[in-house]
């Protein structure tokens, strides 16, 4: 997803799964640095402004897929992705939000499902 953010004439489409978004959050990241913001969804995207941010208006499309399910709160998935999905829509950036039921825990088959499900969408 940062690839299509910083790369959006070469990465037009992007679909984003279960991400916590916010490397902050993680244990054991460290100390904060002027390089993090690059790699920072949450960080990166409420900075965006002026040009950049008018062609991202016209040429990027994201997906955000989360289940509800096991392990998507403790994870900090299903919290980050809706956060980041308001950070898109206060930014006017194309987006999708799909959030899955409670029957789709974080894990390899969900995710292999929810593929199945959207990766056609990315052209």
């Known amino acids: 997803m940062l690839?299509?953010?910083r790369h959006a004439h070469l990465f037009p489409h992007a679909l984003a799964m279960s991400?916590?978004?916010d490397p902050r959050s993680w244990r054991g990241w460290g100390e904060s640095s002027s390089e993090e913001y690059l790699?920072?969804?949450t960080q990166f995207v409420p900075g965006l402004g002026d040009g950049h941010l008018d062609f991202l208006r016209s040429a990027v499309r994201i997906s955000l897929v989360v289940g509800s399910g096991q392990w998507e709160d403790t994870t900090g998935a299903h919290s980050s992705t809706h956060r980041l999905a308001e950070?898109?829509?206060d930014k006017?950036?194309?987006h999708d939000l799909f959030v899955w039921g409670r029957e789709?825990?974080?894990d390899w088959p969900s995710w292999r499902a929810q593929a199945a499900t959207y990766l056609h969408d990315l052209g």
């Open 3 to 5: 690839f299509a953010l």
């Open 19 to 21: 991400g916590n978004y």
């Open 39 to 41: 790699t920072n969804p």
């Open 87 to 89: 950070m898109l829509h």
């Open 92 to 94: 006017g950036i194309t």
């Open 104 to 106: 789709w825990p974080h």
